[in-house]
């Protein structure tokens, strides 16, 4: 009697396919590139305000001081240039969300960024009273003045806690973060440099000021690169922002 063995064979499973490359971000120079572009696009945003205000204003050119027109012009040069950043992500394939590194925030990264944020302030503060130093409250009261005046405390608000932290943020320690530390100029040097430009960038303050400003863009810029998250350093500068309104409004409301 004979006996029949039957074989069957399997089918052989289908390879998986290797894993795409993950995208690289923008290298220094061009992500230099795009930061230019993106804040020449703020200051064309501002210079069309003024055109526009001057048009519409009988030929007059626009007073700094008038609170509508300097607050409008700051939101818009603020704004604009968000379009050329998100336009750069894109264009790397990288999803926004990841580019910009807007991930949630761990509850430790934010007890410490309050811990630090508010002994520099106070440092700060401590010094520019023992030297009689102004960091630029006065530059402040008279904003704050002038918007009271205009009825446009909402836009002032609107623009110094949750605009101008916003768009700093994404362009310094998001955009340019992430194309430079992955560089040559390694993690400690953006910090540095990034900072350095964001000081650069408020002129409208003393040699103090700036000089402060800078020290915290410093801190900004080491709990970005240990957080990983961009996001926590807009809620740290929004955070400031309120702060240092609330006193102004303290000072100027009930105190003088």
Known sequence: MSTMTGSFDLPHACPLP???PEPRPWGF???LGWGVFAAATGFFAAMMCAVIWILSDGLRLPDPADAAYSLTAMIAAS?????VLVIAA???KWPLRAYFALGPIRRRDLALGIACLTALIVVSEVLASLTGVDEGSRF???IYRSARLAGMLPLLW???VVVAPVSEELLFRGFLHRGWAPSRLGAVGTVVLTSGLWAALHQQYDWAGILAIF???LLFGWLRQRSGST???IVLHGLNNLAATLLLMVKLEWLS
């Open 18 to 20: 290797a894993p795409l």
């Open 158 to 160: 609107l623009g110094v």
């Open 215 to 217: 020290l915290m863009g």
């Open 79 to 83: 704004l604009a240039p968000l379009a």
């Open 231 to 233: 996001m926590l350093i």
């Open 29 to 31: 120079w061009a992500t």
């Open 140 to 142: 402040m009261d008279q």
């Open 90 to 92: 894109k264009m790397r």
